[in-house]
């Protein structure tokens, strides 16, 4: 049993940055595949980006390239997700998952999801 908790969403202007947060408890991320989905409103959840166990594999969506950067604390039990240049369209709902399957950008592969943190972008 994995529990994650999201942190530092927020309301901020387009062109602003967030680092959002995800706290792990119950068992330690080392072994674990981790990534970040985002559900907008009137949208299906989407994939954002993932990185595995390791830290060595990271993969982003398309969407979010040369503007995110997902990293991992292992020692902190810490996912990370830097957000640079946000625009109005990444406002959503933004969760962070656990999964120690090899296919890291599909959400059926995440066994553990935390509840959200909302990041709004105003334009």
């Known amino acids: 049993q994995v529990q994650l908790v999201e942190s530092g969403g927020g309301l901020v202007q387009a062109g602003d940055s967030l680092r959002l947060s995800c706290a792990a408890s119950?068992?330690?991320?080392?072994?674990?595949?981790m990534a970040w989905f985002r559900h907008a409103p009137g949208q299906a959840r989407e994939f954002v980006a993932a990185?595995?166990?390791?830290?060595?594999?990271?993969y982003y969506a398309d969407s979010v390239t040369g503007r995110c950067t997902i990293s991992r604390d292992n020692a902190k039990n810490t996912l990370y997700l830097q957000m640079n240049s946000l625009k109005p369209e990444d406002t959503a709902v933004y969760y962070c998952?656990?999964?120690?399957?090899?296919?890291?950008?599909?959400?059926?592969?995440?066994?553990?999801w935390g509840q959200g943190t909302q990041v709004t972008v105003s334009s």
């Open positions: 998952a656990a999964s120690m399957s090899m296919v890291l950008t599909t959400q059926s592969s995440y066994a553990y």
């Open positions: 119950g068992r330690t991320l080392r072994n674990y595949n």
């Open positions: 990185i595995s166990w390791s830290g060595d594999n990271r």
